[in-house]
């Protein structure tokens, strides 16, 4: 198991969580693995993740650290003696948990912890104990107060309150902190979706596909001749994490041959002004549509060409490429006589070619 693969686990664990928390709160993220049997990867390893960035992977056999993305200074941010001193409070949790548990063979212990940042203000702190991959207790601290859920009767909430009063929490809203002055760009970031929606090879799929898009929430929606299409016709709609921290996301609606609707795939996203909407028509046989366009554009780009060589040959020192730009881009605007368009008072580098003519 490479590092990559821890990450998206951690990443498809976040998205499984409620959406995401209002534009000016953040959350930040540490989890630890201890293992314990024959396995291929460490023995205790962890990451932290600020919202759903990831910054650091730590490797507890080599007791190293090592950067994700923008790393800047970024061992500035994490004090070593603290995150050793609460490696060693959770290594003696699991210690406790292992004994009152009596795991037989290969064990797992992990812990996840998040705390928020509110509107500028520091929030709430969570931790989460899990083995052999189910959660076993939940940590809860609030405005200095501790409430827990704990299946190991061991917890001593007088010890426990005070560990969370004096290390964990400030410690946590420090790394936020931290983490958050370096990455404040990487997190708030607006990345577009780029969407495309077409037949699916092979068989009678309709696919709409955003990806590259950041943050996370996107909303996709489908319309057949501009009537919304049912969730039970549509497969997919799963959001996954990109490897460069952007997501995707894609529907696939079957559709009928003998069926003629025009469909719509539309796209709203944060980093959007207006939804993005592209159709796909499947009144016109496909086949029709891709020999017409290149006949008809063919067809006038052949006439305008020679068109502009005539007058170009008329109008000695004229440039054949501009005059050709020149009609094509007039020929657009509701037929306008080139002679009303010779009386144009502008400024225009295309005007000066016109009064040329
Ligand atoms: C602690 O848990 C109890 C019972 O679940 C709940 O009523 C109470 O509001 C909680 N207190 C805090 C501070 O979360
Ligand atoms: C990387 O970090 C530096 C300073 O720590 C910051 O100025 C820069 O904007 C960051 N880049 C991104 C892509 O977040
Ligand atoms: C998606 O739609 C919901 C419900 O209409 C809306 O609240 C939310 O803001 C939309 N999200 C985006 C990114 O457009």
Request: with cysteine.
């Given at each position: 198991?490479?590092?990559?693969?821890?990450?998206?686990?951690?990443?498809?664990?976040?998205?499984?969580?409620?959406?995401?928390?209002p534009?000016?709160?953040?959350?930040?993220?540490a989890?630890?693995?201890?293992?314990?049997?024959?396995?291929?990867?460490?023995?205790?390893?962890?990451?932290?993740?600020?919202?759903?960035v990831?910054?650091?992977?730590?490797?507890?056999?080599?007791?190293?650290?090592?950067?994700?993305?923008?790393t800047?200074?970024?061992?500035?941010?994490?004090?070593?003696?603290?995150?050793?001193?609460?490696?060693?409070?959770?290594?003696n949790?699991?210690?406790?948990?292992?004994?009152?548990?009596?795991?037989e063979?290969?064990?797992?212990?992990?812990?996840?912890?998040?705390?928020?940042?509110?509107?500028?203000?520091?929030?709430?702190?969570?931790?989460?104990e899990?083995?052999?991959?189910?959660?076993?207790?939940?940590?809860?601290?609030?405005?200095?107060?501790?409430?827990?859920?704990?299946?190991v009767?061991t917890?001593?909430?007088?010890?426990?309150?005070?560990?969370?009063?004096?290390?964990?929490y400030?410690?946590?809203?420090?790394?936020?902190?931290?983490f958050?002055?370096?990455?404040?760009?990487?997190?708030?970031?607006?990345?577009?979706?780029?969407?495309?929606?077409?037949?699916?090879?092979?068989?009678?799929?309709l696919?709409?596909?955003?990806?590259?898009?950041?943050?996370?929430?996107?909303?996709?929606?489908?319309?057949?001749?501009?009537?919304?299409v049912?969730?039970?016709?549509?497969?997919?709609?799963?959001?996954?994490p990109?490897?460069?921290?952007?997501?995707?996301?894609?529907?696939?609606?079957?559709?009928?041959?003998?069926?003629?609707?025009?469909?719509?795939?539309?796209?709203?996203?944060?980093?959007?002004?207006?939804?993005?909407?592209?159709?796909?028509?499947?009144?016109?046989?496909?086949?029709?549509?891709?020999?017409?366009i290149p006949?008809?554009?063919?067809?006038?780009?052949?006439?305008?060409?020679?068109?502009?060589?005539?007058?170009?040959?008329?109008?000695?020192?004229?440039?054949?490429?501009?005059?050709?730009?020149?009609?094509?881009?007039?020929?657009?605007?509701?037929?306008?006589?080139?002679?009303?368009?010779?009386?144009?008072?502008?400024?225009?580098?295309?005007?000066?070619?016109?009064?040329?003519?």
């Amino acid at each position: 198991m490479n590092i990559n693969n821890m990450d998206t686990i951690l990443v498809l664990f976040l998205l499984s969580l409620p959406t995401a928390a209002p534009n000016d709160s953040y959350t930040f993220w540490a989890s630890a693995i201890y293992t314990k049997g024959q396995t291929p990867f460490p023995k205790y390893f962890g990451t932290m993740m600020l919202n759903d960035v990831r910054l650091v992977y730590y490797n507890g056999e080599t007791d190293t650290f090592i950067g994700r993305g923008n790393t800047t200074n970024e061992e500035s941010v994490f004090n070593s003696n603290e995150l050793h001193n609460i490696g060693q409070a959770i290594q003696n949790r699991w210690a406790i948990v292992e004994h009152f548990h009596k795991p037989e063979g290969f064990s797992t212990f992990q812990v996840l912890v998040l705390c928020q940042l509110d509107k500028g203000r520091p929030g709430q702190m969570i931790t989460w104990e899990a083995l052999q991959g189910s959660t076993i207790d939940e940590l809860h601290w609030y405005n200095g107060t501790l409430n827990y859920t704990a299946q190991v009767p061991t917890i001593d909430y007088n010890a426990t309150s005070k560990q969370f009063e004096n290390l964990f929490y400030p410690y946590c809203i420090q790394l936020l902190n931290g983490f958050l002055g370096k990455r404040i760009n990487q997190v708030n970031r607006k990345v577009k979706p780029e969407v495309r929606f077409g037949q699916k090879s092979p068989g009678p799929h309709l696919l709409c596909r955003a990806t590259g898009f950041y943050p996370r929430d996107i909303n996709m929606t489908l319309f057949r001749d501009g009537q919304l299409v049912a969730d039970h016709e549509i497969t997919g709609g799963d959001l996954l994490p990109n490897d460069d921290g952007t997501y995707q996301m894609r529907k696939i609606l079957e559709i009928s041959a003998d069926e003629k609707h025009i469909y719509s795939c539309t796209v709203s996203h944060v980093s959007l002004d207006n939804k993005l909407s592209l159709e796909y028509d499947n009144r016109t046989p496909l086949k029709l549509v891709i020999i017409l366009i290149p006949t008809v554009l063919g067809l006038v780009l052949i006439s305008v060409t020679v068109i502009a060589i005539i007058q170009a040959k008329k109008r000695r020192g004229v440039a054949v490429v501009p005059v050709f730009l020149w009609r094509r881009k007039h020929a657009g605007k509701a037929g306008v006589p080139v002679q009303h368009v010779n009386s144009v008072d502008s400024g225009h580098s295309n005007d000066s070619m016109i009064n040329d003519l």
